[in-house]
């Protein structure tokens, strides 16, 4: 299939344009490069031998966005392109609607104009909010957001579930990740962090190559074995892979189906602290602070569907999500960014 993947240069887009061409398709990635450069693509290169037709264009300019639909036959759109940092969307929500929610539109209008009609998208475990019990599944629907990154998620789904509606012919998957960690085991391609991290992996490595004195965990009084946060991590490379599936699937599908990508399994703070321990080899220094506001205590897919629908199992455990993870930031002095 000839795919266009929007965010193709970000951290989970570069890992699913290596596992489409690994599996022969097709990939031309158009992304702005606001979170991420064009030297992915010479990467991307390396890896799979292929160069993927790029175009620097922003979803926000829709003479741009027509150019690359107009120069190309799409049979199908993975869509990450968006800003994904919950603290600035409380910040700055306009600017993360409108990216996230006005981009989005003019992408499914071209894909309309042009009679694309297979669509995955990037959604998050975060639109479950905290209204359930885990393991989260896929039928208990949209739960309560509680920011303006997670709400335009839940927006999103619900635009592309009413165009689906209104078009019997077309076909989307919705993704909701759980929490995405790891790296190419190339060490070439991983989620380069922008300023201070947010997430945890991205933290704990730069504690553990010294660019941080210790890592804060937030909180050891949750209700879990140790006291601190429990989350799915699922490796980058097993969500790509999924997502190989997904855009296969709606191919020969129509209507919309909501799947969650994880392991089905949960890890504490500390549990991840010791995997990364062992891959680094050294211990890492670390501090119990205050819990961070709006966080849950546990997080853990039901990974049923994803197994039944799509056939997808995530192969790589822990350590090895740890020791490609280290890899990657281990080489990132090597690596023009
Ligand atoms: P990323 O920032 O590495 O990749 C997103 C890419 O989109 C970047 O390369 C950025 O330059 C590009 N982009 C942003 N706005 C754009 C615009 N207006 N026009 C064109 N390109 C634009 O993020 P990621 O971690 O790879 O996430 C990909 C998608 O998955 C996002 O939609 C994110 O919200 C979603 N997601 C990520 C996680 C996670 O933990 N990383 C979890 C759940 C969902
Ligand atoms: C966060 C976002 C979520 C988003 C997801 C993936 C919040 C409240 N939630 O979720 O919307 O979908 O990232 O991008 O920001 N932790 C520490 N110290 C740190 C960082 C994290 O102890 O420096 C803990 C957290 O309290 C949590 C666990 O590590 O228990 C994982 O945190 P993180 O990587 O930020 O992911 P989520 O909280 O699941």
Known sequence: MKILVTGGTGYIG????????????EVVILDNLYNSSENVIDRIETITGVRPAFY???????????????ENDFEAVIHFAGYKA???SVAIPLTY???????????YQMMKKYGVRNLVFSSSATVYGDDFEVPFKEE??????TNPYGTSKKMNEMI??????????????LLRYFNPIGAHSSGLIGEIPNGIPNNLLPYVAQVASGQREYLRVFGNDYDTPDGTGVRDYVHVVDLARAH????????????????????GKGYSVMQILKAYEKACGKELPYKVVDRRPGDIAVCYADTKKAEELLGFKAEYDIDRMCEDS????????????
């Open 14 to 25: 570069s890992h699913t344009c290596v596992e489409l061409i690994g599996s022969g398709h």
């Open 56 to 70: 620097r264009t922003d979803i926000l300019d829709k003479e741009g966005l027509e150019k690359v639909f107009q």
């Open 86 to 88: 919950v603290g600035e």
């Open 97 to 107: 609607y409108e990216n996230n929610i006005s981009g989005s539109i003019n992408l």
């Open 140 to 145: 208990y629907g949209l739960g309560t957001t």
């Open 160 to 173: 592309i579930t009413d165009m689906d509606n209104a078009d019997p012919e077309r076909s989307s998957v």
């Open 244 to 263: 190989v599936k997904a855009i296969e699937y709606a191919a020969e599908h129509t209507g919309t189906e909501v799947i969650n990508i994880g392991t």
């Open 326 to 337: 280290y890899r990657f930031y281990a080489n990132l002095e090597n690596i023009d960014k």
